[in-house]
């Protein structure tokens, strides 16, 4: 039994620990995608991982909408999505909301915060 739990035990964090690598392969190949013009991969990779609740994606998922990058420019967005960022820990996430909130006015920073909280409490999924 003890075997059993240990080979079970060892299993898990060899899943886990990949699943880590896996999600930092992707990262690195949404950046080679964005960085050689290729935005429709780009945006995939980003958009997938971001609903992971991955911060770096979500920072570049933001970006993408401030500049209108492979989708219409949307400050909303980028706000919201550099928002979550933020609050994920992405070191970057702040500097996505604050460039967004430059051409924005209040009414639409608050949509943008509510749209941030509606999407958190949905994990993410459907943002």
């Not at 240990?6 to 896996?22: E, Q, R, V």
């Not at 995939?44 to 991955?54: A, I, T």
Request: negative net charge; contains cysteine; glycine residues 10%.
């Amino acid at each position: 039994m003890r075997k059993l739990i240990g080979t079970l035990c060892l299993t898990l964090s060899i899943l886990l620990g990949s699943a880590g690598c896996d999600e930092s392969a992707d990262l690195q190949q949404g950046y080679a995608a964005y960085e050689s013009g290729d935005y429709v991969n780009a945006l995939h990779v980003f958009r997938s991982l971001s609903e992971k609740g991955n911060a770096d994606a979500q920072t570049m998922l933001g970006w993408m909408y401030a500049y209108g990058v492979e989708i219409p420019k949307d400050y909303t967005y980028a706000y919201m999505w550099g928002e979550i960022a933020a609050s994920n820990g992405g070191k970057n996430g702040s500097s996505v909301r604050n460039t967004a909130a430059e051409f924005m006015t209040p009414a639409e920073i608050s949509t943008a915060q509510k749209l941030a909280e509606e999407c958190i409490r949905k994990k993410y999924k459907g943002c």
